[in-house]
């Protein structure tokens, strides 16, 4: 029995660490969010998103309230998006090099193991895909699965609506819009690239007379995304910020995948005497 507990324990353990794979969204640790942009904001700071805040009409209850921001964790390669509580009807994740608009066949970190394209959307309940699952009774433009950018829009008239009710793993809406925080498969990023890419790289095109632009230093464009919000006017560039998790964390984690797989050995070891 005692033997039982710690294995219970540490998938316990494992589960914790790793939810965010499963599209269930998990705000980094306080630890894991350190130093510095080059405009010398800190990126705790950037991560409440005052920093890079909403920009749309003086007249706007929207102007200048904390935007979205998205994380990028700079050892497992996993990106995760917090929309702040917003409706976010847009939400385009760029990397590339170059300064240029990018197409389908610009080489890029992103991959999609879970299907391209309107099947890149998650179903209702089971295992989530790259996107939130959508409202099944609504249609409309495919989300974007290139190479070098992950994207969609969301609502009516352009695309469907995201869904309300499923697996807590599935859904990232309260309201139809992307309001809820969301975990993009860990596979996303191919692993091969991890390694070399950089936070200046994630980019927003064609957006340099945004007042966000170049707030965090990196050179206009750089180190952001880009996204809508419904009844919001205009395109918001919100933060893509770096995350260092802990080695801690790692630790923890691989001890707990160590017990896991000892266990598993065990109980096949013990079902293969059975079967003999």
């Not at 295992?127 to 959508?134: C, E, Q, R």
């Not at 630790?251 to 598993?264: D, F, K, M, N, V």
Request: with cysteine.
């Amino acid at each position: 029995m005692a033997t039982r507990r710690v294995g219970l324990a540490f998938l316990a353990v494992l589960a914790l660490a790793i939810q965010a794979s499963a599209g269930i969204y998990v705000p980094p640790q306080a630890a894991d969010i350190s130093g510095t942009t080059p405009s010398g904001l800190s990126w705790s700071a950037v991560a409440t998103g005052t920093a890079l805040p909403i920009r749309t009409s003086a007249t706007s209850a929207f102007n200048g309230q904390p935007g979205a921001v998205a994380y990028f964790n700079t050892l497992t390669g996993q990106l995760q998006v917090d929309p702040k509580g917003l409706n976010l009807n847009s939400m385009i994740i760029t990397y590339t090099t170059g300064t240029l608009n990018i197409s389908g066949t610009t080489p890029g970190p992103f991959t999609y193991a879970t299907g391209t394209g309107a099947n890149a959307y998650s179903p209702l309940t089971g295992t989530p895909k790259t996107f939130p699952a959508k409202d099944p009774t609504t249609a409309g433009l495919a989300p974007t699965t290139f190479p070098a950018r992950v994207g969609t829009t969301i609502g009516a008239p352009l695309a469907a609506s995201l869904a309300t009710t499923g697996d807590v793993g599935n859904i990232a809406s309260t309201s139809g819009f992307w309001d809820l925080g969301w975990s993009f498969p860990p596979n996303l990023v191919n692993s091969g690239s991890v390694s070399a890419m950089v936070i200046s790289n994630f980019k927003t095109i064609n957006q340099n007379s945004n007042a966000n632009a170049n707030i965090l230093g990196y050179g206009l464009g750089s180190a952001t995304f880009q996204y809508g919000i419904n009844g919001a006017t205009g395109t918001q560039v919100g933060a893509v910020i770096p995350v260092v998790p802990e080695p801690s964390t790692y630790a923890l984690l691989g001890a707990a995948s160590l017990a896991i797989g000892a266990i598993c050995r065990r109980r096949s070891g013990t079902n293969a005497a059975d079967v003999g």
